[in-house]
Each structure stands twice: as C-alpha cells, then as structure tokens.
C-alpha cells in the first residue's frame, strides 16, 4: 500500500473529510493529519493536540476515496494509533465491547444484554448507569428484537461437491438485527443460490482490531478462513464486515500461508447489494408498498472503502421505491465502528447533521451497517422524526415478500 509521503498537499481530501467540515481546522484534515505523521516519522515529538486531532479521526476513508494520489490516510491514521496505545488509548467501554462479540458466549451474552435493556422497568434501571453516548445509542435499538439470534435453515443442503453461497452473520448485525440475516438469507435463495451459513464463522474482529488487539483480529480472520473454505462466494450484509473481510490479507504481513489463504477468501468476499444486483430476484407483485418514498445513507465501509454504491439505488428503483437522495449521503454518521461511545461529542455533531439531511419527505432511511442503522434511528426518535431505518435488504425483502400496505 502507498504510504502518506506520496502526498503531494493539494487539499482536495479536505471539503470531504467530516472531522474538518465540522472544526474548519486543517489539523483536522486529512492532509493535517499526513503533515502530523510525517513530522512524527521524522523523529519529531508530537503535541497533544496533535495526538487529539489523530485520535479524533473516523477512519471513514471518504478522504482516501478523493484523494488523486491515493493517499491511504485513513489506514495510516489507524496504524499509528495500534502502535501507539501509550500516547492514545482506546476507550474502555469500546475494548469492552470488542472482546464481549468476539466469542459466541459473549456474544449471546451481549444478546442477552440488549433485549433485557428493552424491558421497560430494567431499562429505567439501568439507564441510571449508563454513560449518556450508550442511553443515546440504545434509543435506536429495534423494537422487540428476537430472542434466539440467527438459526437460518438453508432450504436445501449442499451435496459434496457443491459449491454454495456462504452468508456471514456479523456479530452486533446478528444480536441486535437478525431478522435482517434471515431476510438477507431468502433474498439470496430467491436468486437460485445454494446457500450456507457456518456455524464455526465468528465476528470479522474489525472491533477488536480498531481497538489495538490485532492478535484477536488474527484468531477470528481464521475461523472465519476455515469456515468459509468451501464457499465459492461470501455474503456480507454489513459495511464494516465486508470491508475488514475484504482487506484480512494486511493482518498476515510476515506469513505466507495465510497471507494467501486471507487472499483467497477476499477474492470471494461480496457485499450483499453486489451479490444481489447480479443475480435476477423474482418478478414482483402488483401491490403498493407500505412506505414507497426512502432515502439513503451510504455507509462510509461501504461507499468510500468497497466502493459500492450504485446498486442500493438500482435494486431500490427495481423494488417498486422512489429514492430521494439526501445531500452528502456518504458523510459519516458519526457511528464509526465504537467512535459513537469513544468521542461522543463529535458522534453527536455527526449525527445531527446527519438527521437534518434526511429529506422532509421520506418516510424511510436505508443503510447498510448496523452502527448506522442505531445511530441515525436514534437521531430521528430524538429529533421526533417518526421514520423508520432499516437495512437496504430489509426494504427489498418487504417488497419481495412482505405484507405490504
Ligand atoms: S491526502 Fe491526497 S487529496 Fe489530501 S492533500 Fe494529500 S494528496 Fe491531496
Ligand atoms: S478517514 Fe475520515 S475523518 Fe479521517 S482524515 Fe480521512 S476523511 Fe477525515
């Protein structure tokens, strides 16, 4: 990968970097924050403000995606700030948070958690506890959310030789949104595929990696490497996970093997919206939609790092919806994988503006990654904006299969 000394200080990352938008400072701009990594690289001592402004960035990647020169920024923002735990240190909370998902009882723990925080009376209770950035973020949570995380019965097994669709489930995708794992799952059988959900797959481990435990990121990339071996393709219905899955090759520098292996598996990693824009649905019926107007937030993991966002809209259009886009529909959220609970000021800005986006005259947000789904549902309920967010897959599926109006 390119290194951030091919920058050549044009400035044109900075009108999309929102950390800049929102200060006007160039120390937190992409390009600031090149000129800050480079001096420290030259040995020099970096201030603390400095240090803020590199722990202050999103790792949206909206910069790496303008940028003529392909300055990785947002990857080397990332690096810096594993190398360096003594100068910065990742909230506790989201350490906490990324070692709960990484295993299934943790993550059936975390389950757990989530649909016993909806109780009405444990809710008061401990809301009392709870720092205000996690009282904010559980506002978005959906309602009634199942109790047994995703059991998708494929609707025939493959035979030996086959070669089926693998679907990845994500960890907060599956404790907080499985239904959308189930709809993902008969969207994509709808198209003829012979479809396979592994029971030994584990979270991406982009959570943990992003929160300085690498060694962890490793352990869960192979399960998931073992898991998916016979796949011929992967599914990924969440931004975040498809893009860490995309990029595993970068955790195995100094070991060949599976260095190749995590090449392997991302040469057949797809984001859901690719898999299903490719593969014929079945014809629709003749019904009107319960909410036919959305609109569309790109997630940043989606959008700026796997460069997909064409077909949200073209499978939208082809459901029967009318999209009307929203002005700057791939700036960040403020979600950001933990940044919501590790810089809640800044998620809180992010998330204003990204509610005030939203046209007056939508009824409905699609995205695709679960931080978004919470934050900006959490941001219209506290704005009193009574529409609904969900998954792009969930839109289509009710179109596809639902009770309709
Ligand atoms: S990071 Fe890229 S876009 Fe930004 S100043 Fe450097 S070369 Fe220009
Ligand atoms: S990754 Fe995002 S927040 Fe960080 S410098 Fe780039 S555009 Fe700004």
Redesign the pocket.
């Known amino acids: 990968m390119l290194d951030t000394a091919v920058?050549?200080?044009?400035?044109?990352?900075l009108p999309s970097c929102p950390t800049y938008q929102e200060t006007g400072m160039e120390s937190a701009s992409?390009?600031g924050r090149?000129v800050l990594l480079e001096a420290i690289a030259r040995g020099e001592k970096p201030s603390k403000e400095g240090l803020r402004q590199l722990d202050e960035c999103l790792d949206c990647r909206a910069?790496e995606a303008?940028?003529?020169?392909h300055?990785p920024?947002g990857h080397r923002v990332d690096d810096f700030r594993r190398a360096h735990r003594n100068w910065i240190s990742p909230s506790k909370g989201a350490k906490r948070v990324s070692r709960w998902l990484a295993s299934p009882m943790g993550l059936r723990g975390f389950h757990w958690a989530v649909r016993q925080s909806q109780r009405p009376v444990l809710a008061r209770l401990a809301s009392r506890g709870l720092p205000l950035s996690l009282r904010r973020l559980s506002q978005g949570l959906p309602p009634n959310i199942p109790g047994p995380m995703s059991r998708i019965t494929p609707r025939r097994q493959p035979s030996p030789g086959e070669s089926p669709v693998g679907l990845f489930l994500g960890c907060v995708m599956d404790a907080v949104y499985a239904p959308t794992n189930a709809h993902t799952a008969e969207l994509l059988e709808d198209t003829g595929a012979l479809l396979s959900v592994p029971r030994s797959q584990r979270c991406c481990g982009a959570l943990g990696f992003h929160s300085g435990d690498e060694a962890q990121a490793k352990r869960l990339a192979i399960a998931n490497m073992e898991a998916f071996s016979e796949a011929e393709t992967v599914v990924v219905n969440a931004a975040g996970c498809g893009a860490f899955l995309k990029e595993y090759e970068s955790l195995f520098e100094g070991d060949l093997t599976w260095r190749a292996r995590a090449r392997d598996l991302a040469s057949r990693v797809q984001d859901v919206h690719e898999y299903l824009s490719g593969h014929p649905l079945p014809p629709l019926e003749a019904r009107p939609l319960k909410t036919s107007v959305v609109t569309i937030h790109d997630a940043c993991h989606l959008a700026h790092a796997q460069g997909v966002r064409q077909p949200l809209r073209d499978l939208l259009q082809r459901a029967g919806y009318q999209v009307v886009e929203m002005m700057e529909s791939d700036r960040c959220c403020g979600s950001a994988g933990t940044y919501n609970l590790s810089h809640p000021a800044m998620a809180e800005r992010l998330k204003q503006r990204k509610v005030a986006d939203v046209p007056a005259e939508v009824r409905g947000v699609a995205t695709s990654n679960p931080g978004c789904m919470l934050q900006i549902q959490a941001g219209l309920k506290e704005a009193g904006r009574d529409l609904r967010v969900a998954h792009t897959v969930d839109w289509l599926w009710e179109a596809y299969h639902g009770s309709h109006a």
């Open positions: 920058c050549v200080h044009c400035g044109l990352c992409p390009r090149v910069c303008v940028c003529p020169a300055v920024v």
